[in-house]
Nanobody
Framework: QVQLVESGGGLVQAGGSLRLSCAAS????????MGWFRQAPGKEREFVAG????????RYADSVKGRFTISRVNAKNTVYLQMNSLQSDDTAVYYC???????????????????WGQGTQVTVSS
């Protein structure tokens, strides 16, 4: 198992940027596929971005493509989500997720992951 702690959320104006971080504790972080999800009030948790264990493959939800970038630094046990050109629709609690996987594909469903952080709030004001 791995423990995940998100940080970097906050209040930002529309058009602004934030960078979320997810620090993982535990062994063998480099063997985990990682994902970012978000959940707005009254809505289901949805996939935002994912990255394979090596960082070599990434995938994004259509709603964030071209604006968000996921990356990881295995030596620091950390995955990042750089969010640019933020819009009011991006307001949500953002969650980091992990799943032990050395596969070369992106896990994009909530049920694919068995390790979750506590979430960090992102609020975009218009």
């Amino acid at each position: 198992q791995v423990q995940l702690v998100e940080s970097g959320g906050g209040l930002v104006q529309a058009g602004g940027s934030l960078r979320l971080s997810c620090a993982a504790s535990g062994r063998d972080f480099s063997t985990y596929a990682m994902g970012w999800f978000r959940q707005a009030p009254g809505k289901e948790r949805e996939f935002v971005a994912g990255v394979t264990w090596s960082g070599g493959i990434t995938r994004y939800a259509d709603s964030v493509k071209g604006r968000f970038t996921i990356s990881r630094v295995n030596a620091k046990n950390t995955v990042y989500l750089q969010m640019n050109s933020l819009q009011s629709d991006d307001t949500a609690v953002y969650y980091c997720a992990a799943r032990l996987s050395r596969g070369g594909w992106i896990l994009s469903n909530v049920n694919d992951y068995n390790n979750w952080g506590q979430g960090t709030q992102v609020t975009v004001s218009s």
